[in-house]
């Protein structure tokens, strides 16, 4: 007759090793790939940081916001012959 009872030795052969925090990124960035979404990297200038600073306190927006709503309006002013409006205005601004 068999025991129903599972050895302590069987408990340990099934558990699963913990993935490392470089895993558990790679495994995050695919998720997001697969979301349709890019990462983009970069560093802010001393004005642009300023800008953030100002639009995050303002609007309490994570970084993925911010970011996806300045190339959006980037675009924007580009599709409706506004670029160099709107860079004239940030130089005059010193922004």
Known sequence: M???????????????????NAQKQQRYRERQKLKGKK????????EALV???LIQQQTQ??????????????YAAYKNGQIGLLNNWLNEHDL
């Open 61 to 74: 927006w994570s970084d993925s916001i911010i970011l996806s709503n300045a190339v959006r309006l980037t």
């Open 2 to 20: 068999k025991n129903n009872t599972t050895s302590s030795e069987d408990k340990i052969k099934t558990k699963k090793p913990a993935l490392t």
């Open 39 to 46: 990462e983009m990297r970069g560093y802010l200038s001393k």
């Open 51 to 53: 800008c953030y600073e």
